[in-house]
C-alpha cells in the first residue's frame, strides 16, 4: 500500500503536453502518475512519460514490447509498487529520486524487488516545465541488463499414478511406442506402402502424405506418425515388416487393464487452448496433456503435478536466477478397487451393455464400478482417427456411455428398500398377510390401469412370501399404505434426491418421480415394486441395501483409499429384528423352491439377494417393451455385494439372465 506524508492542496495528473510556469509541477506528482500507470500495464502510456534520452536509447519496441512480451510469458499479475515520498520542506531541494518496492505473481511465484526511479525535469521550447522518468531496462527487473533478455527454464515433472487396492496399475507411466517413417526407406512400391501403413493405423493415405511433405522432412529423419501402447504388440510387429516404418521407445500413459477401466479410470488427452486460458497461469504448457475423462479429469489437480520453472536474466550468457519453483511430481491415487473384481464383472457381461457395482458393506469401500461395453482408452490419448470415433458414435450398444453414472428404473430389485420403508413406519409387520387373487389388481377409479404380479399366491401374502415370488400387488398395495410423504420421506433417508450419497465420483442423484413427488395413487403403486419414475444408480441400489446386512445402519460409500471408510450415511433405517427377516427371506430368494433366482443356489457360495426387472414401457398399451433386467447378490460373510444390471434382457430370459452372469462371477470368486 501507498504511503504519502504529505498532503497535496490540489491533486491532479497533468498532461503530458506540459505545464505553464505559473503552475508548480512536483516531480512526486508525475512520479505517482507514471506509477498509476506501471501498475496498471499501461506500457504505451508509460513510454510517452520517458526522457528524450531513454526513448531513443530504447524505442518503442525496446521498452513496450519488451514489456509486454515479458509480462506476458512470465503471466505477470497482481502487481503492486510501494514507496514513501519525504515530507515536504520548502528549505531543502525537491524530491526527485523515488525508492519503490515492486511485488508481483509469476509464473515462478512471486518476485519482489527494490529499485529507484529518477525523475528528471523537462523544458520544451515554449519553457513550459515537466518530469519525466529517467528509464532503464534494471526498472523490469535489477538483474537485466541493457541487452539482456529474461528466459523460462521448465523442468518437467511426472503424472502421479492411479492403482487399485492392491497396488495394480490402472493408470501408469510406461514405455509407449512412437511409429514413424523414414521416408528414405520407401521401396520401390512407395504408394503400395504408405497405403499399408494408413491401414495398420487408422490413418487416411492423405494424413500420411500430409505429414511427409512438411518443410522440415527428408530423407534419414523420423516422422512420427502416431503413439502405440504395450497392449498393441501384433500391430507393432506387423508395422516394423514394412522397411520405412521406425519405431522408438518413449514414456507415455498406459492403461493396462483398457477396457474394462475405461469409463472409471478414463484418459488423457491434448490440452486445448481454451483449457489453457481457463487454468491458472503458467500451469499448463501448449504440447501437455491433461485429464479428459473420468478419474483422470477428476483427480487432474492432484495428478497433474507441478513442473518446475525458473526465471533468469541472461546477459550475453552469463545467467542471473530472477526466482524459481521447484519441480513437484503429481501425487498417486490409491483407490478402493480390487481390478481383478472390476476385470471378472467386465468380462462376464460379454459385451452386454449394462453396468455392475460392488462395495463391501461394513466399510463402504467400492470394489467394482463396471460400464459395459467399453473402448480402449489409448486410442483418445494418443489419437483416435474420424473412422473410429464414427464407429464408436454409432454403435448401438453405446460403448462411451458411461452406464454406471447414470439411472435406471430398479423393478423389483427395488422391493426390499420399500420393505424396510414399511417395517419402519409400521406398515408392514411380519405377521400381515393381504388376501391377492389371481395375477393383476386394480382399485376402484383406476380405469384400464392394472398391476400384474408374475404368479399367483396360493394363500394369503406375506412379506417373505412376496420378496420370494416378488409380488408386484403385494408391494403396490403396501406402497399406498404407507402413502406418497411417508413414502418420500422414507426414501429421503434412503439418499434420493438432489444431495444423493456424497460421492466423491459424479453420479446422478436418484430419485423418486420426475417432479420429486408422488401426485397420483398410480404412480405410488408403481414406485412400491420398483417401476413408475423411481430412478437409482448401481452404486446407490448396492449401497441402499446396506441397511438391511448393517442391522439398521446405511454405509457411506468410498472410493479413494484416503477417505474414512465405515462411515454412517443413515442410521436406525430399519431394526436389527427386521433386518434380520428381509435377510432370511432374500436367502429364500435363491433358496427356495418358488425363489426369483433360484439358478444362483450354487455350491461354492452361499448367496442372498433380490431379482428385478424393469420394463421401459412408454405408455400402457405399449406391448413387447425392452426390458433391463436386475440382479443384487452377496455371499453369507456379507464381506461384498453386487448390483448388476443388463439391458435388452427381454429375449433372453428376462432377469434370470442376469442372475445367471452375476452368479458365474461369485462361483469364479468362491470356487
Avoid at 73 to 98: G, H, K, R, S
Avoid at 599 to 627: F, P, R
Wanted: proline share 3%.
Amino acid at each position: 500500500m501507498k504511503k504519502i506524508s504529505f498532503i497535496f492542496s490540489a491533486l491532479f495528473i497533468i498532461g503530458l503536453a506540459g505545464c505553464s510556469n505559473d503552475e508548480q509541477v512536483l516531480p512526486e506528482q508525475r512520479f505517482e502518475a507514471y506509477i498509476s500507470l506501471w501498475e496498471e500495464q499501461a506500457f504505451n502510456e508509460m513510454y510517452s512519460m520517458l526522457t528524450e534520452e531513454a526513448q531513443d536509447n530504447y524505442g518503442a519496441e525496446g521498452f513496450i514490447e519488451r514489456y509486454q512480451k515479458i509480462y506476458q510469458d512470465l503471466a505477470i499479475e497482481d502487481l503492486t509498487i510501494t514507496y514513501n515520498l519525504v515530507e515536504e520542506n520548502e528549505e531543502e531541494a525537491l524530491q526527485t529520486t523515488f525508492p519503490i518496492t515492486v511485488s508481483q505473481d509469476s509464473i515462478a511465484g512471486e518476485i519482489t524487488f527494490d529499485a529507484e526511479i529518477e525523475m528528471v525535469e523537462y523544458v520544451n521550447e515554449e519553457e513550459e516545465r515537466d518530469w519525466l522518468v529517467n528509464w532503464h531496462p534494471r526498472l523490469i527487473f535489477p538483474e537485466l541488463e541493457e541487452d539482456g533478455r529474461i528466459a523460462i527454464e521448465a523442468t518437467e515433472t511426472s503424472r502421479g499414478e492411479i492403482f487399485d487396492r492392491n497396488g495394480d496399475g490402472l493408470a501408469i507411466n510406461d514405455t509407449v511406442y512412437e511409429i514413424g517413417i523414414d521416408p528414405g526407406q520407401f521401396g520401390d512400391d512407395r504408394d503400395q506402402e504408405i497405403g499399408a501403413i494408413a491401414d495398420q493405423l487408422n490413418l487416411s493415405v492423405e494424413t500420411i502424405e500430409a505429414t511427409l511433405e512438411q518443410d522440415w522432412v527428408t530423407d534419414g529423419v523420423f516422422v512420427p506418425l502416431k503413439t502405440l501402447s504395450p497392449s498393441e504388440q501384433d500391430l507393432l510387429e506387423n508395422l516394423t515388416s514394412i522397411t520405412a516404418v521406425l519405431q522408438r521407445e518413449t514414456t507415455g500413459r498406459v492403461y493396462p487393464y483398457s477396457e474394462a477401466f475405461a469409463h472409471l479410470v478414463g484418459y488423457i488427452g491434448n490440452i486445448t487452448a481454451e483449457e489453457i486460458e481457463q487454468a491458472e497461469p503458467g500451469v499448463y504448457q501448449a504440447n501437455d496433456q491433461i485429464g479428459k475423462r473420468g478419474l483422470e479429469q477428476l483427480f487432474e489437480e492432484r495428478l497433474r503435478g507441478t513442473r518446475g520453472i525458473r526465471i533468469v536474466a541472461d546477459n550475453d550468457g552469463e545467467q542471473i536466477s530472477i526466482a524459481e519453483t521447484t519441480v513437484e511430481p503429481g501425487d498417486d491415487i490409491h483407490l478402493t478397487i480390487d481390478a481383478e473384481l472390476q476385470i471378472n464383472l467386465f468380462d462376464h457381461f460379454e459385451q452386454d451393455p449394462g453396468t455392475a457395482a460392488a462395495i463391501n458393506p461394513e466399510t463402504g469401500e467400492t470394489l467394482a464400478l463396471v460400464s459395459s461395453p467399453a473402448f480402449d482408452p489409448h486410442h483418445f490419448t494418443y489419437g483416435i482417427s474420424q473412422a473410429e470415433y464414427d464407429e464408436l458414435s454409432e454403435d448401438p450398444k453405446e460403448p462411451m456411455l458411461n452406464r454406471f453414472a447414470a439411472t435406471y428404473s430398479p423393478g423389483s430389485a427395488f422391493k426390499p428398500i420399500t420393505a424396510a420403508i414399511g417395517l419402519n413406519e409400521g406398515v408392514i409387520t411380519q405377521d400381515d398377510r393381504l388376501e391377492i387373487d389371481g395375477l393383476t389388481w386394480s382399485k376402484q377409479g383406476w380405469g384400464d390401469y392394472r398391476v400384474r404380479r408374475v404368479s399367483e399366491s396360493t394363500g394369503p401374502v406375506d412379506l417373505n412370501d412376496a420378496l420370494i415370488r416378488s409380488d408386484n400387488i403385494y408391494f403396490a398395495q403396501k406402497a399406498l399404505a404407507i402413502e406418497s410423504d411417508r413414502f418420500i420421506e422414507g426414501l429421503n433417508r434412503f439418499g434420493f434426491g438432489e444431495d444423493g450419497l456424497d460421492y466423491n465420483y459424479p453420479i446422478q442423484s436418484s430419485r423418486v418421480s420426475n417432479s420429486g413427488t408422488i401426485d397420483r395413487e398410480t404412480l405410488l403403486a408403481d414406485s412400491g415394486y420398483g417401476q413408475g419414475e423411481i430412478l437409482m444408480s448401481a452404486l446407490h441400489l448396492v449401497t441402499a441395501y446396506t441397511p438391511i446386512l448393517n442391522d439398521g445402519t446405511m454405509i457411506q460409500p468410498t472410493l479413494d483409499q484416503e477417505e474414512e471408510h465405515g462411515k454412517a450415511y443413515a442410521e436406525n433405517l430399519i431394526t436389527a429384528e427386521h433386518a434380520s427377516y428381509i435377510r432370511e427371506s432374500l436367502r429364500q430368494v435363491i433358496s427356495h423352491s418358488n425363489g426369483t433366482a433360484r439358478q444362483a443356489n450354487i455350491d461354492a457360495v452361499e448367496l442372498s439377494g433380490k431379482t428385478g426387472t424393469a420394463e421401459l414401457k412408454h405408455s400402457l398399451e405399449e406391448e413387447n417393451a425392452k426390458e433391463n433386467g436386475w440382479f443384487v447378490a452377496y455371499p453369507s460373510n456379507h464381506e461384498l455385494i453386487i448390483a448388476m444390471m443388463v439391458e435388452g434382457v427381454e429375449d433372453n430370459g428376462g432377469s434370470g439372465y442376469t442372475v445367471e452372469k452375476l452368479t458365474a462371477v461369485f462361483d469364479s470368486i468362491y470356487q
